[in-house]
């Protein structure tokens, strides 16, 4: 039997979740979507680099997890979308990106992140 450290899981959480909003977030950007959405935009591409590196990443998972669970607030209240569909996209997805967002605030980091190297040294409310 073999382990693996839970640092890398986290490594792969923090990975994962950059990747969606990096991909996402500049798309809101372009400001077709209206101004709110460019501010939206932003905050998830800056949120997804902060959380690559593991830079203030309870801090950044807090401000993707605020997004997600407004998200999933418009799709359910405003939009009518169901938990799945096969015609769209649900908020099964979003559910998920919250949920790793919620680890993320919950775990930190982990050993493999910007936050480590600075808890305690210029930063001591990285780790909070």
């Not at 073999?2 to 890398?8: A, G």
């Not at 950007?29 to 709110?36: D, E, L, V, Y």
């Not at 799709?75 to 997805?93: A, L, Q, R, S, Y």
Request: glycine share 12%; aromatic share 12%; with cysteine.
């Amino acid at each position: 039997m073999f382990t693996i450290s839970p640092d890398i899981g986290l490594l792969a959480l923090r990975i994962g979740i950059a990747s969606i909003f990096f991909i996402h977030g500049p798309k809101k950007i372009s400001g077709f979507m209206g101004q709110f959405m460019i501010f939206i935009g932003i905050a998830e591409t800056v949120g997804a680099a902060a959380v690559l590196v593991g830079l203030l990443t309870k801090w950044a998972a807090l401000g993707l997890g605020i997004i997600m669970a407004g998200a999933i607030y418009k799709k359910i209240d405003e939009w009518h979308v169901p938990f799945t569909t096969m015609e769209n996209t649900g908020w099964e997805f979003d559910l998920i990106i919250l949920a790793t967002c919620i680890a993320l605030m919950t775990f930190g980091a982990g050993t493999y992140s910007v936050d480590t190297l600075l808890e305690g040294a210029m930063f001591p409310f990285a780790g909070i």
